[in-house]
């Protein structure tokens, strides 16, 4: 097997959480798409990363002070989840009821919303690495996070 290969495998054995990145583009319009490379950069100051194909219908609408949010889902978002990473369903995104788009695009049923600032955009072969600062964040009480391994969510 090539390398590739071995490392496709490798990888497939962590756990992520799943979110969705959601934002507006510079004419209004709302944007999302299923996430499972965030990380925390640092408290001081608060800062995130999230990785973004460049194929992606999102990855031009992120510009550096652009604003956008990580919505960190839980377990009973698996078919959401779906559906922003389907380019297929991408007119479905928005149709969701709890979906906020007066502002920045969130959902009011997260596990967790993470608003941030892009502040740096850097790029590695076929993604770019967003560095977002993280300008507010919410949280549920109860702990329900939707994850990903080995191709299933779990």
Avoid at 55 to 70: A, M, P, V, Y
């Amino acid at each position: 097997m090539s390398i590739q290969d071995n490392f496709r495998l490798a990888m497939r054995r962590y756990i992520y959480s799943v979110s969705i990145l959601s934002n507006k583009d510079e004419e209004g319009n709302s944007n999302a798409i299923t996430v499972s490379s965030v990380t925390s950069i640092s408290m001081e100051p608060p800062s995130l990363l999230v990785c973004i194909n460049k194929n992606s219908r999102i990855h031009d609408t992120l510009k550096e002070g652009s604003k956008f949010c990580i919505n960190l889902l839980s377990k009973d978002q698996e078919e959401l989840s779906n559906i922003c990473s389907d380019e297929n369903k991408y007119d479905e995104r928005f149709n969701d009821n709890n979906w906020n788009t007066d502002k920045i695009p969130f959902l009011g049923n997260a596990q967790a919303n993470i608003f941030c600032k892009v502040d740096k955009l850097t790029s590695y072969h076929t993604h770019t690495i967003v560095v977002g600062m993280v300008e507010d964040a919410t949280y549920s009480d109860e702990i329900s996070t939707l994850t990903y391994v080995d191709g299933e969510y779990k």
